[in-house]
Nanobody, 122 residues
Framework: HVQLVESGGGSVKAGGSLELSCANS????????MAWFRQVPGKEREVVAI????????VYSDSVKGRFTISYNNADNTVHLRMTSLKSEDTAMYYC????????????????WGQGTQVTVS
């Protein structure tokens, strides 16, 4: 099975930085894409960023482009989201999501989800 576990969320001031991390604690094998989604109560979920685990290719939402960086570490099979220049609009529950198909992630769907980690920017 695949079990995704996020860490790194918290409260920061506007303009600050945070790094989120996600690891697979299960014994399953994740292929081929991982992503970070975020959701605010009352709003539709947003695909923040996607990374292809095989080669490192990335895609970002326009709202975070230039400020956030997603990366995949082949050594320990973790995915990270480095967030800088944080704005109040970035406040949300952030989820680590994995799916074999890029198209599913773009469509805001995922086979595997973590429990989420809260990011609050004030």
């Amino acid at each position: 099975h695949v079990q995704l576990v996020e860490s790194g969320g918290g409260s920061v001031k506007a303009g600050g930085s945070l790094e989120l991390s996600c690891a697979n604690s299960g014994d399953g094998y994740i292929r081929n894409c991982m992503a970070w989604f975020r959701q605010v109560p009352g709003k539709e979920r947003e695909v923040v960023a996607i990374v292809y685990t095989g080669g490192g290719s990335t895609v970002y939402s326009d709202s975070v482009k230039g400020r956030f960086t997603i990366s995949y570490n082949n050594a320990d099979n973790t995915v990270h989201l480095r967030m800088t220049s944080l704005k109040s609009e970035d406040t949300a529950m952030y989820y680590c999501v994995a799916d074999p198909f890029y198209g599913n992630l773009v469509a805001r769907r995922g086979r595997y989800w973590g429990q989420g980690t809260q990011v609050t920017v004030s």
